[in-house]
């Protein structure tokens, strides 16, 4: 599995874009990159997946360059309710046979009014 | 409406106690996963299963244990052995390799 490295932590105001970079240098050539976000007492869900260059829906964007070792999740317009734990996921563990689906500690954002 | 149920919301062990979490997913996907989580960390995976009747442990299996007799169920027994078993319990399911995952709401274990 493809380590991730993510900042524990970010803070942010209303209505600036927030980008978050996950690091990954041991990401596999079939590794896809997915992005998760979590509030309180809740499950994650899904905010967007990606292979290489750029990714666009209609909550976010992913940037991946071609070396594919970084990926950036760019969040426009930030408002109060997009604080969250946002968890980098990339790949997975395959060990023996089956495969494990490990995530990371996540980057804490903090909007500011 | 599709989706993962997870029950009870909410749920208080006494000492030396077994308790059942359920897990039910109506997504016909093939891949349940358990996660455990505490305060102000990061999920941490407890059991995985691939297919029916088939289940791995996950980075911390001691003191749960699974079973995968349906597709569409998944439950995680926390057993007396689970000294520790405060936390937040979170199931989720995917079709396969590079889908996303779906979870559920989430159960909130305490110990009496």
């Known amino acids: 599995l493809a380590k991730t490295t993510q900042p524990i932590s970010m803070d942010s105001y209303e209505g600036q874009e927030v980008n978050i970079t996950c690091s990954h240098n041991?990401?596999?050539?079939?590794?896809?990159i997915t992005w998760y976000q979590q509030f309180p007492s809740q499950g994650p869900r899904f905010i967007i997946q990606g292979y290489k260059t750029k990714v666009t829906n209609e909550v976010a964007s992913l940037f991946i360059p071609a070396d594919r070792k970084s990926s950036t999740l760019s969040l426009p317009r930030v408002s109060l309710s997009d604080t969250a734990v946002y968890y980098c996921?990339?790949?997975?563990?395959?060990?023996?046979?089956?495969?494990?689906?490990?995530f990371g500690a996540g980057t804490r954002l903090a909007v500011h009014p | 409406d599709g989706g993962i149920t997870q029950s009870p919301k909410y749920l208080f062990r006494k000492e030396g106690q077994n308790v059942t979490l359920s897990c039910e997913q109506n997504l016909n996907h093939d891949a349940m996963y358990w996660y455990r989580q505490d305060p102000g960390q990061g999920l941490r995976l407890i059991y995985y299963s691939q297919i029916v009747n088939d289940f791995q442990k996950g980075d911390i299996a001691e003191g749960y244990s699974v079973s995968r007799e349906k597709k569409e169920s998944f439950p995680l027994t926390v057993t007396s052995a689970q000294k520790n078993p405060t936390a937040f319990y979170l199931c989720?399911?995917?079709?396969?390799?590079?889908?996303?995952?779906?979870f559920g709401s989430g159960t909130q274990l305490s110990v009496l």
């Open positions: 996921l990339v790949g997975d563990s395959y060990s023996g046979g089956y495969n494990k689906l490990i």
């Open positions: 041991n990401i596999a050539t079939n590794d896809y």
């Open positions: 989720a399911s995917r079709q396969g390799k590079n889908e996303k995952l779906f």
